[in-house]
Nanobody, 119 residues
Framework: QLQLVESGGGLVQPGGSLRLSCAAS????????IGWVRQAPGKEREGVSC???????NYADSVKGRFTISRDNAKNTVFLQMNSLKREDTAVYYC?????????????WGQGTQVTVSS
C-alpha cells in the first residue's frame, strides 16, 4: 500500500508559478512511477506529467516547457514546478502512483489539491 498526500495548490495570477508536492508513505516509494493528473470542471481527467523510478519523465503537450517534474527519493516526495501558468491550467491536481511504468495505469491516488489561475 502507498499513501499519497498533495500540497502546494492555491490561487495564482496568470503568468505566475506554483510548486506542488506529493509526499508518499507506506511502501517502497522509490520503485514507483509517480504522476500528476488534473481534472477541470466539466472535463475529463488529463495526465500532466510522470516520472519513473529511473528518472525518465514525460509531459503533456499542453505543459511542455512550462512544468517540470522531479523526485527526491530520500524524502519520498515528488514535485511539480509549474511556471507561466495559464487560466486553462485551473483544475484539481492529483498525485498518482504505479509500481509499473508511467503508461501502466495508476493504482494509488491522493486526495487532490486545487490550482486556480485567475486575475
Amino acid at each position: 500500500q502507498l499513501q499519497l498526500v498533495e500540497s502546494g495548490g492555491g490561487l495564482v495570477q496568470p503568468g505566475g508559478s506554483l510548486r506542488l508536492s506529493c509526499a508518499a508513505s507506506g511502501s517502497t516509494y522509490g520503485y514507483f512511477a509517480i504522476g500528476w493528473v488534473r481534472q477541470a470542471p466539466g472535463k475529463e481527467r488529463e495526465g500532466v506529467s510522470c516520472i519513473e523510478s529511473s528518472g525518465i519523465t514525460n509531459y503533456a503537450d499542453s505543459v511542455k516547457g512550462r512544468f517540470t517534474i522531479s523526485r527526491d527519493n530520500a524524502k519520498n516526495t515528488v514535485f511539480l514546478q509549474m511556471n507561466s501558468l495559464k487560466r486553462e491550467d485551473t483544475a484539481v491536481y492529483y498525485c498518482a502512483a504505479t509500481p509499473g511504468w508511467c503508461d501502466s495505469g495508476y493504482d494509488y491516488w491522493g486526495q487532490g489539491t486545487q490550482v486556480t489561475v485567475s486575475s
